[in-house]
């Protein structure tokens, strides 16, 4: 078995002249809570897009379980336990709670099903645990459209479960949401995380809830790695401090 579940080596990727990364690597112990931070731009997104498969990088090599999954398409990627959401929402807002797990049970199911077969039914017991376990039996009937944006990030994290990951990728999952919402959903996903035994990497801006939850943080500028620790190495880590504190100042700054 591979020390890593996932491990990405020399990762570029260049826009023409623009460079979004340069030279990243990152490798994911299998059960380990990665928290990947830094500024606006910095490149977290297109890492996790690159990991995820959704962006082909221009150099590098990511490998998943010891194979090598660089050009593979995301959908082979989820195949094989990749589970991704994404800063925009995915579900269909004009279909109720259960619905939308029911679709995402189906997709994950794959060809013996169809929304119309009579062997849907076998899955309603499937639809109802996924429901429950992020915490939304009480509104299952309800539609997506009606219920909060907090409850609708619930619910993508189940469709994504319903695939049966083993690694979570989660961009910024609670962005737009409070700071009560945000601990909420972020404790939902580390219960399920551990209850199930998953790998974690999330980008998140809430360093608060960063230096909590993570075991490890990777800290990027630039589109390079510019650290990388347990959360005691990057808040002792000068250069961590110094583009955080130049965040904070260049916010004060813009106050006065
Ligand atoms: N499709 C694209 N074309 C050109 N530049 C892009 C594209 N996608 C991202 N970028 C640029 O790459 C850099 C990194 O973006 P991103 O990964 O979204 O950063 P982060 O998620 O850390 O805020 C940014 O400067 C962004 O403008
Ligand atoms: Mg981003």
Redesign the pocket.
């Known amino acids: 078995m591979a020390d890593f579940i996932l491990s990405a080596e020399g990762i570029s ?1 260049k ?2 002249a ?1 460079s ?2 340069t030279n990243v690597s990152l490798k994911l112990k299998s059960g380990e809570i990665r928290a990947v931070i ?12 690159v990991l995820g498969g959704q962006i082909l990088p221009t150099a590098g090599t990511v490998v998943l379980d010891g194979r090598i999954v660089t050009g593979l398409a995301p959908h082979r990627r989820a195949g094989l336990g990749i589970g991704r959401t994404f800063q925009i929402n995915s579900t269909f807002r004009h279909m109720t709670v259960r619905e939308n797990m029911l679709a995402a049970c189906v997709a994950a199911a794959g060809t013996g099903y169809s929304l119309f077969s009579s062997k849907l039914r076998v899955l309603d017991s499937r639809v109802a645990e996924l429901v429950d376990e992020v915490g939304l039996s009480n509104i299952s009937e309800s539609i997506v459209e009606a219920i909060s944006h907090g409850d609708r990030k619930r619910l993508e994290l189940g469709m994504v479960l319903a695939t049966g990951p083993r690694l979570l990728l989660l ?2 999952p609670t962005a737009g949401m409070g700071l009560n919402e945000r601990q909420d959903l972020f404790k939902l996903i580390v219960d399920v995380v551990k209850k199930r035994g998953l790998t974690l990497m999330f ?1 998140e801006h809430d360093i608060d809830i960063v230096f909590n939850l993570a075991e490890r943080i990777t800290v ?1 500028a630039r ?1 390079s790695v510019l650290a990388e620790g347990n959360p005691d190495e990057i808040s002792a880590d000068p250069h961590v401090q110094e583009i955080y504190l130049g965040e904070s100042v260049a916010a004060k700054g813009a106050t006065c």
Not at 38 to 49: D, Y
Request: net charge neutral; glycine share 22%.
């Open positions: 990727k826009y023409g623009f979004a990364l830094g500024p606006n731009g910095a490149g977290k997104s297109t890492l996790t897009n961009d910024e980008v990027m589109g």
